[in-house]
């Protein structure tokens, strides 16, 4: 399997605390993506990082990519109960989203 | 509109069933895939079809089979199924992009299947 590795595999936090989440990978990439999916349902892009970027902002999120050791990481700032969902690395190895491979996922909890 | 449906939502069927599920975009995306996604799992990719035409077939056994009747609809017809073989199925949609460059998919919410 050329599936991508996520730790943790879940992580509870309170909310208004960082969660962070890992993802390594095994292949070269174009650009590597993470996607959220709120429970049994259909998964929602979140931020996309190009294989010539260091680090990106979105709102709250935060995602660095480090080609070298083939990892990402996933920052959500200030959380929220709402921000309770799985979420997913996905690599792109020729940047047409062709052929995404996705990452074991972190199931990420925030209570209030 | 940035909207992916699905068609069921849920779905229960015998092993001797045949049945379809239905995927629909109006983004104008000429890239369609299906995955299956068991529970806990990440998706698993089914198959590609772009610009109507299938491109990817991830070694999917034969009960599965897919069709893109137009640009915007992407079905997947089931017959003889397994129980193993109840999971989510999800839909998505993208552009094609024939150089690198920026593309996401969109996700419909999938139709949840029971095989009994």
């Known amino acids: 399997s050329q599936q991508g590795e996520e730790d943790p595999q879940a992580l509870s936090i309170q909310e208004g605390e960082n969660a962070t989440m890992n993802c390594s990978y095994k292949t070269s990439i174009n650009n590597l993506q993470w996607y959220r999916q709120n429970s049994g349902r259909g998964l929602v892009h979140l931020i996309l990082?190009?294989?010539?970027?260091r680090e990106k902002h979105s709102g709250r999120l935060r995602v660095t990519l480090d080609t070298s050791k083939k990892s990402s990481s996933l920052l959500i700032t200030a959380s929220r109960a709402a921000d309770t969902a799985s979420y997913f690395c996905a690599t792109d190895p020729t940047g047409t989203a062709s052929k995404l491979t996705f990452g074991t996922g972190t199931r990420l909890q925030v209570t209030l | 509109d940035t909207e992916v449906t699905q068609t069921p939502k849920h779905l229960v069927m015998g092993m001797t069933n045949k049945k379809s599920l239905k995927c629909e975009q109006h983004m104008g995306h000429r890239a369609m895939y299906w995955y299956k996604q068991k529970a806990k799992k990440p998706p698993e990719l089914m198959f590609v079809?772009?610009?109507?035409?299938?491109?990817i077939n991830e070694s999917v056994p034969s009960r599965f089979s897919p069709e893109c009747p137009n640009s915007s609809l992407l079905n997947l017809h089931l017959h003889a199924l397994q129980p193993e073989d109840s999971a989510l199925y999800l839909c998505?949609?993208?552009?094609?992009?024939?150089?690198?460059?920026?593309?996401?998919?969109?996700f419909g919410p999938g139709t949840r299947l029971t095989v009994t």
């Open positions: 079809y772009s610009y109507e035409k299938l491109s």
């Open positions: 990082i190009r294989s010539n970027e």
């Open positions: 998505a949609s993208s552009q094609v992009s024939l150089l690198a460059g920026v593309v996401e998919q969109y």
